[in-house]
């Protein structure tokens, strides 16, 4: 059916301006964002950042810029008001962060703004209070030549942004992390974020990138940058790469810059990801911060309402100065290795000479220090599920479990396909599993128990281990502190984002000098501190991050245990992310394929 014609109506003022600010301040820390862009656009040498009860509550951005003139006030909350471009033509050069002098006005029209600011030459500084987009109050105040915006109540006249926006605690956690991600590229910045009071980030100036990366990520990791450097016709790039060592499980961790301004570009990050190949196991992203310098008339800025996308008038010279940048740091881990598996593997020798004769060298795991030795399968495969498992909640794939009398049982063969797929007869056909979600399933099921009863058993480390985290790990390990003592963990949190290590849960030997760690981290960092969605995701990414992944050999005995181990399970027929560990071909189907029904 057709639709009947209704009149058009131009909307109004207030509504085209409701709009336009819900592009602009997607979320809480999009007004941190746009705040901190027009600092560094003022050339400030220090930006502080204060939140208070939330970003959504109280956020003050405090600069020493260049200020506002008194006069420019009122331009600068209007719609388009910018002093960074003139003309269309400037698009072609802008140098800014900012330039569609849009970010200010979105921001006073859901939220109430005040703003005080001072020029180096102005007598005396002026402040303004907007009201839904309003300046409602003008007044001299005292104050260094600088900017102060404070942001209340954001989205207080918005409550559909209201119902969609994340925890204040992810928030933050956003906030420091895009406040990190600036301070990356501007070194000559003093960067200070606080929380409630407590200071979260403070980063002095630096003329050093590896400093600025340390002052973040903490002490250990600068010392596993490799630098980069390259050039192309127009551009130039540097920065720095993470060795394999710090690969991280998502891609929170990469920054790349467009002449200072952050950006993201999938296909640089994959060339960059590329580089790397097998040093890095699959599902593992590497850290890096990369700096283009572009001519600025090569480069499309004006692509996308929050600035976060950019356009190359020259992609495969860009594509191509990275990759070969990245291709030549790498170099310096030159011989390249690859840990193979337990010698045990019957096509171990066929892997080493295969390596050999791809020029690889093969380290073996008895070659390498005790920390880098890759986890012996058998140990990590098996651990016997307690007697009543939890029952799983989540959705459950359609693949039926199997009944006792209908699992693979001893001495059945196994065929392993790609050292991913496990194939076993059973009664009425064969199955096929995937090795990492069957095994997923096992890990999960007992977390899961172990957190809903009682506290897990602890290993000391025998030399406690002291962490620097970031101030979103640091802040996230605060909140799930107490869950993470369940586990087995024995953590103190010390000042300065830096924890010391002192016990992991007994039964875990994927620590990895405690990556595992920042993975569980990350993982659960939009949880709520005491949630029951906390626990599921707690236990889903410890299993994740501690089982066996595809393209892993394992011996006949490790695939009985793990086939085992999932039919042990409450809900063996899907992984705790609801994709199936196993599918099954009945004979029926073989026989109808073949012809012979
Ligand atoms: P844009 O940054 O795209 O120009 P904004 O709405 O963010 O638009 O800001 C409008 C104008 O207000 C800017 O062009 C700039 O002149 C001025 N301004 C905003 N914040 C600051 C600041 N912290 N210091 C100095 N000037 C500022
Ligand atoms: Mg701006």
Same mark, same amino acid.
């Given at each position: 059916?057709?639709?009947?014609? +209704?009149?058009?109506?131009?909307?109004?003022?207030?509504?085209?301006?409701?709009? %336009?600010?819900?592009?602009?301040?997607? +979320?809480?820390?999009?007004?941190?964002?746009?705040?901190?862009?027009?600092?560094?656009?003022?050339?400030?040498?220090?930006?502080?950042?204060?939140?208070?009860?939330?970003?959504?509550?109280?956020?003050?951005?405090?600069?020493?810029?260049?200020? =506002?003139?008194? /006069?420019?006030?009122?331009?600068?909350?209007?719609? &388009?008001?910018?002093?960074?471009?003139?003309?269309?033509?400037?698009?072609?050069?802008?140098?800014?962060?900012? !330039?569609?002098?849009?970010?200010?006005?979105?921001?006073?029209?859901?939220?109430?703004?005040?703003?005080?600011?001072?020029?180096?030459?102005?007598?005396?500084?002026?402040?303004?209070?907007?009201?839904?987009?309003? =300046?409602?109050?003008?007044?001299?105040?005292?104050?260094?030549?600088?900017?102060?915006?404070?942001?209340?109540?954001?989205?207080?006249?918005?409550?559909?942004?209201?119902?969609?926006?994340?925890?204040?605690?992810?928030?933050?956690?956003? /906030?420091?992390? $895009?406040?990190?991600?600036?301070?990356?590229?501007?070194?000559?910045?003093? !960067?200070?974020? #606080?929380?409630?009071?407590?200071? $979260?980030?403070?980063?002095? *100036?630096?003329?050093?990138?590896?400093?600025?990366?340390?002052?973040?990520?903490?002490?250990?990791?600068?010392?596993?940058?490799?630098?980069?450097?390259?050039?192309?016709?127009?551009?130039?790039?540097?920065?720095?790469?993470?060795?394999?060592?710090?690969?991280?499980?998502?891609?929170?961790?990469?920054?790349?810059?467009?002449?200072?301004?952050?950006?993201?570009?999938?296909?640089?990050?994959?060339?960059?990801?590329?580089?790397?190949?097998?040093?890095?196991?699959?599902?593992?992203?590497?850290?890096?911060? =990369?700096?283009?310098?572009?001519?600025?008339?090569?480069?499309?800025?004006?692509?996308?309402?929050?600035?976060?996308?950019?356009? !190359?008038?020259?992609?495969?010279?860009?594509?191509?100065?990275? $990759?070969?940048?990245?291709?030549?740091?790498? +170099?310096?881990?030159?011989?390249?290795?690859?840990?193979?598996?337990?010698?045990?593997?019957?096509?171990? /020798?066929?892997?080493?000479?295969?390596? %050999?004769?791809?020029?690889?060298?093969?380290?073996?795991?008895?070659?390498?220090?005790?920390?880098?030795?890759?986890?012996?399968?058998?140990?990590?495969?098996?651990?016997?599920?307690?007697?009543?498992?939890?029952?799983? #909640?989540?959705?459950?794939?359609?693949? *039926?479990?199997?009944? /006792?009398?209908?699992?693979?049982? &001893?001495?059945? *063969?196994?065929?392993?396909?790609?050292?991913?797929?496990?194939?076993?007869?059973?009664?009425?056909?064969?199955?096929?599993?995937?090795?990492?979600?069957?095994?997923?399933?096992?890990?999960?099921?007992? =977390?899961?128990? @172990?957190?809903?009863? #009682?506290? %897990?058993?602890?290993?000391?480390?025998?030399?406690?281990?002291? $962490?620097?985290?970031?101030?979103?790990?640091?802040?996230?390990?605060?909140?799930? @502190?107490?869950?993470?003592?369940?586990?087995?963990?024995?953590?103190?949190?010390?000042?300065?984002?830096?924890?010391?290590?002192?016990?992991?849960?007994?039964?875990?030997?994927?620590?990895?000098?405690?990556?595992?760690?920042?993975?569980?981290?990350?993982?659960?960092?939009?949880?709520?501190?005491?949630?029951?969605?906390?626990?599921?995701?707690?236990?889903?990414?410890?299993?994740?991050?501690?089982?066996?992944?595809?393209?892993?050999?394992?011996?006949?005995?490790?695939?009985?245990?793990?086939?085992?181990?999932? !039919?042990?399970?409450?809900?063996?027929?899907?992984?705790?992310?609801?994709?199936?560990?196993?599918?099954?071909?009945?004979?029926?189907?073989?026989?109808?394929?073949?012809?012979?029904?």
């Amino acid at each position: 059916m057709i639709a009947a014609p +209704r009149r058009i109506d131009v909307l109004s003022p207030e509504v085209i301006a409701q709009i %336009a600010a819900g592009e602009t301040v997607e +979320r809480p820390a999009s007004v941190l964002k746009e705040l901190v862009e027009n600092s560094l656009d003022a050339g400030a040498t220090r930006v502080r950042v204060d939140i208070e009860g939330g970003l959504d509550h109280l956020l003050r951005v405090s600069d020493d810029g260049c200020g =506002i003139d008194a /006069a420019d006030l009122a331009a600068a909350f209007t719609r &388009h008001g910018t002093s960074k471009i003139a003309r269309a033509e400037d698009l072609l050069a802008v140098r800014t962060m900012g !330039f569609r002098g849009e970010a200010l006005p979105s921001i006073a029209q859901v939220a109430r703004v005040t703003l005080t600011t001072r020029t180096a030459h102005a007598a005396e500084g002026t402040e303004v209070r907007l009201d839904a987009g309003r =300046i409602v109050q003008t007044r001299p105040v005292a104050r260094a030549p600088g900017t102060t915006v404070v942001v209340e109540d954001l989205f207080w006249n918005v409550p559909a942004r209201r119902k969609f926006m994340k925890s204040p605690a992810t928030e933050v956690r956003v /906030a420091s992390r $895009m406040m990190s991600a600036y301070a990356m590229a501007a070194l000559n910045v003093a !960067f200070t974020l #606080t929380n409630d009071g407590r200071e $979260m980030l403070q980063l002095a *100036p630096t003329d050093n990138l590896r400093a600025r990366v340390g002052a973040v990520y903490g002490h250990a990791a600068a010392e596993q940058l490799l630098e980069i450097h390259g050039e192309g016709p127009g551009l130039v790039v540097r920065g720095v790469l993470g060795t394999p060592e710090i690969a991280r499980s998502s891609r929170e961790h990469q920054y790349l810059f467009v002449n200072d301004r952050p950006v993201q570009h999938p296909l640089l990050a994959y060339l960059v990801r590329r580089a790397f190949g097998t040093m890095i196991p699959d599902g593992r992203h590497p850290f890096f911060v =990369i700096l283009l310098t572009v001519a600025p008339d090569m480069v499309d800025v004006n692509v996308h309402p929050t600035k976060r996308e950019v356009r !190359f008038a020259r992609d495969g010279d860009v594509s191509h100065a990275v $990759m070969r940048a990245a291709e030549r740091a790498l +170099r310096a881990l030159e011989p390249r290795f690859e840990v193979v598996a337990p010698s045990a593997h019957p096509f171990a /020798a066929d892997r080493t000479m295969a390596m %050999a004769a791809a020029g690889l060298r093969v380290v073996t795991p008895d070659m390498l220090p005790p920390s880098e030795r890759q986890i012996s399968l058998a140990d990590a495969l098996y651990t016997p599920a307690p007697a009543n498992v939890a029952p799983y #909640t989540g959705e459950s794939a359609e693949a *039926p479990a199997l009944s /006792a009398d209908e699992r693979p049982g &001893h001495g059945t *063969p196994f065929w392993h396909l790609h050292d991913t797929w496990i194939f076993a007869p059973v009664r009425s056909g064969f199955i096929i599993l995937d090795q990492h979600a069957a095994h997923e399933r096992a890990a999960y099921e007992r =977390i899961r128990a @172990q957190l809903l009863e #009682t506290r %897990a058993p602890s290993q000391e480390l025998l030399f406690p281990q002291v $962490m620097e985290l970031t101030a979103a790990e640091y802040d996230g390990l605060l909140a799930i @502190q107490g869950t993470l003592d369940q586990l087995g963990f024995d953590i103190r949190a010390m000042s300065g984002n830096t924890i010391v290590v002192r016990g992991i849960p007994s039964d875990l030997k994927a620590w990895a000098s405690g990556m595992f760690l920042r993975d569980l981290l990350e993982d659960t960092e939009e949880y709520e501190a005491s949630s029951p969605a906390l626990v599921d995701a707690l236990a889903a990414s410890y299993a994740c991050h501690s089982v066996v992944r595809a393209n892993q050999p394992l011996t006949t005995e490790e695939m009985a245990a793990l086939v085992d181990g999932l !039919f042990r399970t409450e809900h063996p027929e899907s992984c705790p992310h609801g994709r199936p560990t196993f599918v099954r071909i009945g004979v029926d189907e073989l026989e109808r394929r073949f012809g012979r029904r």
